[in-house]
């Protein structure tokens, strides 16, 4: 089945710096999504991305869908503390017999030391 | 719009004891899934519905889970007999096709002791 592999594990940053975290797959996706979950809650979409190539900003978030379809990353500028969380890259397919599955990274840990 | 609802958020079981979650998606959101989220891994995939027909459920232990869709709205996911290794939260999510997104709901922490 499609895999994704989401690096890195984890991070552990001072608040203002800014992050990157990536996925490559080994197929092609037609849609990028990139969800934070917070300890005890559900996924919450941050960004979706639709085309190749596409580059996506949601404020202090900025995300990129790669040329190739198989790879996408996510960047976060100047963190604050309550960027603390779990990121999960996920790609969606949108045709055949795979309509509609969302397959994960497996996560990427993010800490901010204020 | 309202998000998507699931119930009960912790359940405390036996092994072997049965348990059940329920959801409730988004209105009109016709795809509802169900994923299982070990602690420190991604989600995964165990049942994806379209309305009330099941479209994917390769990934379901069908000796012990089964879930239903029956009116296409609201869905009931089921683990009899549970063992400890099925301690995790159970997702519910629904997909807005317009935009392919998916919506999660709290999930449902279920702990095998």
């Known amino acids: 089945g499609q895999q994704l592999n989401q690096s890195p594990q984890s991070m552990f940053i001072q608040e203002g710096e800014d992050v990157s975290m990536n996925c490559t797959s080994s197929s092609i996706f037609n849609t990028w999504l990139w969800y934070k979950q917070d300890p005890g809650e559900g996924p919450v979409l941050l960004i979706a991305?639709?085309?190749?190539?596409e580059l996506t900003s949601n404020g202090r978030l900025t995300a990129q869908f790669g040329i190739t379809r198989k790879d996408s990353f996510l960047n976060i500028s100047a963190s604050i503390p309550s960027d603390v969380g779990i990121y999960f890259c996920a790609g969606l397919n949108a045709g055949g017999t795979s309509y509609g599955k969302l397959t994960f990274g497996q996560g990427t840990i993010l800490t901010v030391h204020p | 719009e309202a998000g998507v609802a699931q119930s009960p958020r912790y359940k405390i079981i036996e092994k072997r004891q049965s348990v059940a979650f329920w959801c409730n998606p988004i209105s009109g959101h016709a795809t509802l899934y169900w994923y299982q989220q070990i602690l420190g891994q991604g989600p995964k995939l165990l049942i994806q519905?379209?309305?009330?027909?099941?479209?994917?459920d390769s990934q379901l232990p069908k000796d012990r889970f089964s879930a239903e869709r029956l009116k296409g709205v609201d869905s009931t996911l089921k683990i009899q007999p549970a063992k400890l290794e099925d301690s995790a939260v159970y997702l519910c999510?629904?997909?807005?096709?317009?935009?392919?997104?998916?919506?999660f709901g709290e999930g449902s922490r279920l702990t095998v002791l």
């Open positions: 519905f379209q309305n009330n027909g099941v479209v994917d």
């Open positions: 999510a629904s997909l807005r096709v317009r935009t392919g997104e998916l919506f």
């Open positions: 991305l639709y085309k190749a190539g």
